[in-house]
T-cell receptor, first 113, second 112 residues
Framework: AQSVTQLGSHVSVSEGALVLLRCNYS??????LFWYVQYPNQGLQLLLK??????LVKGINGFEAEFKKSETSFHLTKPSAHMSDAAEYFC???????????FGAGTRLFVKA | SQTIHQWPATLVQPVGSPLSLECTVE??????LYWYRQAAGRGLQLLFY??????ISSEVPQNLSASRPQDRQFILSSKKLLLSDSGFYLC???????????FGPGTRLTVT
């Protein structure tokens, strides 16, 4: 069964530092991979989506993610963290031939001034 | 783009009481609709999904049920709430085959 693992439930960075949030999917290449962001007491918002058209995907708010088949990874990065990036981030995979999206457990990003 | 509406935003209910959470969709037709539950510090647990009116798939056997009486309406219900039903409930909609989901603002349910 398709699954996704997010390494690190909490990540803390200083403002202006690189943000790196890690995500690994199970061995079979999923049709779609996603990153979502959730601010406190709100629903999730789509950051970006991988569709196999390009391995480097650019999203909103300066985030991007790179699909690496050899590492079964889809890590999320941002060159310079801003205080407003503090939120919880979820990696997700779409299952083949169905209607379900599997979400990781989430990584909470803290940004220090 | 589609907008997902959920209400109420917060709800405090005693154990054993009934529950009805409503989700409506604006800006699209014939969406796939989903109910998720998010426990504190955990990811999203898929509870139910629906690909059309009256079509409900249950992912987790429990005392919750879902119904889709209209194309853009999705309801989550319970006859008797348990303490373990507390959590943040999210409704999501999806159109097309690309898998992107649009989420509502959520309902925080506390069962006391």
């Amino acid at each position: 069964a398709q699954s996704v693992t997010q390494l690190g439930s909490h990540v803390s960075v200083s403002e202006g530092a690189l943000v790196l949030l890690r995500c690994n999917y199970s061995s079979s290449v999923p049709p779609y991979l996603f990153w979502y962001v959730q601010y406190p007491n709100q629903g999730l918002q789509l950051l970006l989506k991988y569709t196999s058209a390009a391995t480097l995907v650019k999203g909103i708010n300066g985030f991007e993610a790179e699909f690496k088949k050899s590492e079964t990874s889809f890590h999320l990065t941002k060159p310079s963290a801003h205080m407003s990036d503090a939120a919880e981030y979820f990696c997700a995979v779409r299952t083949y031939g169905g209607f379900k999206t599997i979400f990781g457990a989430g990584t909470r990003l803290f940004v220090k001034a | 783009s589609q907008t997902i509406h959920q209400w109420p935003a917060t709800l405090v209910q005693p154990v054993g009481s009934p529950l009805s959470l409503e989700c409506t969709v604006e800006g699209t037709s014939n969406p796939n609709l989903y109910w998720y539950r998010q426990a504190a510090g955990r990811g999203l647990q898929l509870l139910f999904y629906s690909v059309g009116i009256g079509q409900i798939s249950s992912e987790v056997p429990q005392n919750l049920s879902a119904s889709r009486p209209q194309d853009r309406q999705f309801i989550l219900s319970s006859k008797k709430l348990l303490l373990s039903d507390s959590g943040f409930y999210l409704c999501a909609g999806e159109t097309g085959s690309g898998g992107e989901q649009y989420f509502g603002p959520g309902t925080r349910l506390t069962v006391t």
